[in-house]
């Protein structure tokens, strides 16, 4: 393959590069850690509905030049997002051939469920038709220029200014989903889409460079005239990769997920009978025996009796772990306690018969 050709992609690249928000949503409803969250909200449906990355970029792009014109508040965000990614998914159907049909679009009503929006069908596509007002074009002029875009087309001309060195022609998925981990931090997003796309390039050719030590010379040479193609200040790249590398290594050394969406299950009355209730479990205790002595002339025996206070203590401990409601009845309470009031009926208890057995 040609470099110039290439070379002419990256041209228009870099021509609609200044379309998108130039230094991310200024939107102060909405802090940056909302967003991010949401981010990574979207690249869980991506991966649920095993959608290409493509859709993760446009929709994170959609949602970034909304809050940069709009205000919103926070609790439309989940809206905003699903809304965003569902119009996402109709442009990029729009780049693909007329015959050729984007399998796994989501249905609006599968997408609010799925992703627990709190927002119907009807919000999502009212919502929808307010992002794409906004958007360049209504909406209707494709995909827009994303780091991804640039990341392809880089590591192309790549590719063809040197066929003989181990250089992939298409970024290996381990670098898409490195992407897409760099885009859900909104700290990436003063900076443009191709000094962050040849900043994560960089990152990969500096691992090539510890396999192959013959191959350094060229691949950095390659970073180097990609950075003087896209006007990158030298000093200013530095900084970028600096804080990329940062990123990636925060992500990889994290135990915990830092965003993490709390999902709702909802189960039928006929599955919730079938599952064991685990939220009220207690560890079982051993069971207390009480028995009187079945010979009556056995003077040895003796019983334990309880006083008021005893009883209505283990009264309280009992209804407390048996979950006791008024009018309802203790049968474990029935057999081994007795009380008495003052004036009032005693009831037979299987101990006041052996005490009377007894007596």
């Not at 990614?85 to 159907?93: K, N, R, T, W």
């Not at 022609?169 to 889409?193: A, G, N, W």
């Not at 909802?266 to 009978?273: A, D, E």
């Not at 205790?285 to 334990?304: F, H, T, V």
């Amino acid at each position: 393959m040609e470099v110039h050709p290439l070379l002419g992609q990256l041209d228009c690249l870099l021509a609609g590069e200044g379309q998108g928000p130039a230094a991310g949503p200024t939107n102060t409803g909405i802090s940056p850690g909302m967003r991010d969250g949401s981010a990574h909200v979207l690249r869980c449906l991506k991966v649920w509905y095993d959608l290409p990355s493509d859709v993760f970029h446009t929709a994170v792009s959609n949602i970034d030049t909304f809050l940069a014109k709009m205000k919103a508040q926070p609790k439309h965000l989940s809206c905003i997002a699903v809304s965003s990614f569902h119009l996402a998914c109709s442009q990029y159907q729009q780049g693909l051939p007329s015959d050729t049909l984007l399998v796994g679009t989501p249905e609006p009503a599968d997408l609010v469920s799925i992703s627990q929006s709190r927002c119907s069908a009807s919000d999502l596509l009212r919502m929808e038709a307010i992002l794409a007002s906004k958007l360049e074009g209504g909406g209707t002029a494709g995909t827009p220029v994303t780091p991804l875009s640039f990341l392809r087309v880089m590591s192309a001309v790549s590719r063809a200014a040197a066929a003989r060195l181990e250089v992939t022609p298409l970024p290996p998925p381990h670098l898409l989903h490195q992407l897409e981990i760099l885009v859900c931090d909104s700290s990436t997003l003063k900076f443009r889409p191709c000094e962050l796309a040849l900043a994560l390039l960089c990152t990969e050719f500096q691992q090539l460079c510890a396999k192959h030590p013959a191959n350094t010379t060229a691949l950095m040479g390659f970073v180097t005239e990609l950075q003087k193609y896209c006007n990158i200040q030298a000093s200013h790249f530095v900084s970028i990769l600096s804080e990329v590398v940062t990123i990636l290594e925060r992500y990889n050394g994290e135990g915990q997920v830092p965003h993490r969406q709390r999902l709702v299950w909802k189960l039928s009355n006929r599955t919730l009978r079938h599952l064991r209730p685990t939220d009220r479990l207690r560890p079982s205790l051993p069971k207390i025996c009480e028995e009187a002595a079945a010979a009556s002339g056995d003077k040895a025996c003796q019983l334990r009796l309880r006083s008021a206070s005893e009883c209505s203590l283990e009264s309280e401990c009992s209804d407390s772990d048996t979950g006791y409601k008024p009018g309802g009845s203790d049968t474990e309470s029935d057999v081994e306690m007795e009380v008495s009031t003052p004036g009032g009926p005693v009831k037979d208890t299987g101990k006041r018969k052996a005490e009377k057995n007894l007596a």
